[in-house]
Nanobody
């Protein structure tokens, strides 16, 4: 399975972005897809996940601001990010949950104050 994130960019605080995660390969091998992020000089952290059955979970720091969804026809998982804060600045990755050993390039989200 390969997962590739896209859609990052520069946005002002309070703005919105939608990230996309294109999934290819044997998607049946994984139960859930998750978004992770890594801010400068900080460890990578889990942000949100969605299972094949549609169950969604969020980190407390993004709950009520971010929304994860999936389009089964396009085999794509989205992360809608609203009310962005400077502390959301990070490289965002998508991967399975639990994550696979190989990570994609990620997409940079920069939130200016």
């Amino acid at each position: 399975v390969q997962l590739q994130a896209s859609g990052g960019g520069l946005v002002q605080a309070g703005g919105s972005l939608r990230l996309s995660c294109a999934v290819s390969g044997s998607i049946s091998d994984i139960n859930a897809v998750a978004w992770y992020r890594q801010a400068p000089e900080k460890p990578r952290e889990w942000v949100a996940s969605i299972t094949s059955g549609g169950t969604k979970k969020y980190a407390d720091s993004v709950k009520d601001r971010f929304a994860i969804s999936r389009d089964n026809a396009k085999i794509t998982v989205y992360l809608q990010m609203n009310s962005l804060k400077p502390e959301d600045t990070a490289v965002y990755y998508c991967n399975a949950d639990p994550y696979l050993a190989t990570w994609g390039q990620g997409t940079l989200v920069t939130v200016s104050s």
